[in-house]
């Protein structure tokens, strides 16, 4: 069974930085894209950022670009966010999810089949 687990979010003032984690088991890690998506309440989950497979092709939505980056340790079957320069607007649940499919790079929410449960992120202004 696939599991994902995110680390807790949090709360920090506009301009501070937050590190989440997520961590991924059932499936043979170094495999699979693992992206971050989030979601405002009352709309559609966003995609944030995506990593390969072997960690070499990231990508990022340009509303974070610049200031988020992911990670992974595959190792330890686990990927990072971290997320620096935060904005108000940056507050959403922020869910971790991997393809059904390995060696697949995808960005496209309606392409990620497994979740976690998410974690809240607030920034205040």
């Known amino acids: 069974q696939v599991q994902l687990v995110e680390s807790a979010g949090g709360s920090v003032q506009a301009g501070g930085s937050l590190r989440l984690s997520c961590a991924v088991s059932?499936?043979?890690?170094?495999?699979?894209?693992v992206g971050w998506f989030r979601r405002v309440p009352g709309t559609e989950r966003e995609f944030v950022a995506a990593i390969s497979w072997g960690g070499s092709r990231t990508y990022y939505s340009d509303s974070v670009k610049g200031r988020f980056t992911i990670s992974r340790d595959n190792a330890k079957n686990t990927v990072y966010l971290q997320m620096n320069s935060l904005k108000p607007e940056d507050t959403a649940v922020y869910y971790c999810g991997t393809p059904r499919r390995e060696y697949t790079f995808v960005v496209r929410t309606v392409d990620y089949d497994y979740w976690g449960q998410g974690t809240q992120v607030t920034v205040s202004s």
């Open positions: 059932g499936l043979t890690f170094n495999t699979y894209t």
